[in-house]
């Protein structure tokens, strides 16, 4: 059972954590409409499937943390492959249909509780997960975040962390973005894309140097949306009835899959995920 510690508080009340958990708590259960409706959010998760499925490789997990687990989504898939899983995030709500959802594994848990200082021990999880946009949503403090899932994480264990891409074929619609995103070399920028949040996009370098920094190693970098970023966002997010376009986009999708962890089309997904192994314990 994984133990807590208590002393560390959280900084939720700060103005871009509360705005974030303020729209996801808006979104409800319709956060579940867009993931399984939306072509972008179908494409994504195939490739959260396979990399889950991947990274279990038949073995079975001890404890699992699942940073920004919204409403369980991943967290269900993992509760079926470990021991006890954690599902951590900062919107109530969407707290609440984790729990709904995973209701029958009864090891698996989740809090309201800020990436950046999670209340566990160190070395406490021998797998942590990080999908979605949680990494790119903390304007300020990701590093401490990665800092935090490295030092819960033990000795060998597997950390996989999504991130929004600084470059990808989608920015052939935003001319705007090109020269935000160039004005800023060596690093992501800021950008805002969905549902007025504000997001940060990582280059592969950036986030490699970022993990390393803290005592993981990366094993492998994937992509998702590569090709289908190419498709009008009015299609890839399309949640009714499917067009021509939208049917596109999901076969694009297939194709996305198939090429994501292959150099160079894993550097171009409108996502990165980057699978590291944790090869130090902190000092």
């Known amino acids: 059972m994984i133990k807590f510690n208590r002393s560390v508080r959280d900084r939720m009340d700060d103005g871009i954590a509360y705005q974030i ?3 996801y708590n808006r979104m409800g259960s319709r956060l579940d409409d867009l993931i399984t409706q939306t072509p972008f959010l179908i494409n994504s998760y195939r490739l959260y499937d396979h990399l889950i499925n991947r990274i279990a490789e038949g073995r079975r997990f001890q404890q699992v943390l699942d940073v920004g687990c919204g409403s369980g989504m991943q967290s269900v898939r993992l509760a079926a492959l470990s021991d006890e899983v954690i599902g951590v995030d900062i919107a109530e709500d969407l707290l609440h249909l984790a729990r709904q959802r995973c209701r029958a594994y009864p ?23 990080s999908y979605g946009d949680v990494l790119s949503h903390i304007l300020e403090g990701y590093e401490e975040a990665v800092a935090e899932m490295a030092r819960v994480a033990r000795e060998g264990a597997v950390v996989s962390i999504e991130v929004d891409n600084k470059w990808t074929l989608g920015l052939l619609y935003e001319p705007a973005e090109v020269w935000h995103a160039l004005s800023c070399r060596g690093q992501g920028h800021d950008t805002r894309r969905w549902e007025g949040m504000r997001f940060k996009t990582f280059t592969p370098s950036e986030l490699f140097r970022l993990l390393e ?3 993981l190693e990366p094993i492998s970098c994937h992509g998702h949306n590569i090709f289908a970023s190419l ?7 399309e949640t009714r009835r499917r067009s021509l376009i939208g049917r596109l986009a999901l076969g694009l999708g297939r194709l996305d899959l198939a ?25």
């Open 107 to 129: 090891r698996a848990r989740f809090l309201r509780e800020d990436a950046r200082k999670l209340p566990f021990e160190d070395a406490s999880f021998d797998a942590v997960f």
């Open 231 to 237: 498709i009008p966002d009015i299609y890839l997010l």
């Open 259 to 283: 090429l994501s962890g292959s150099f160079p089309f894993n550097r171009i997904g409108f996502n990165l995920i980057v699978t590291a192994r944790k090869v130090r314990l902190p000092r």
């Open 21 to 23: 958990a303020e729209t």
């Open 213 to 215: 920094k803290h005592g």
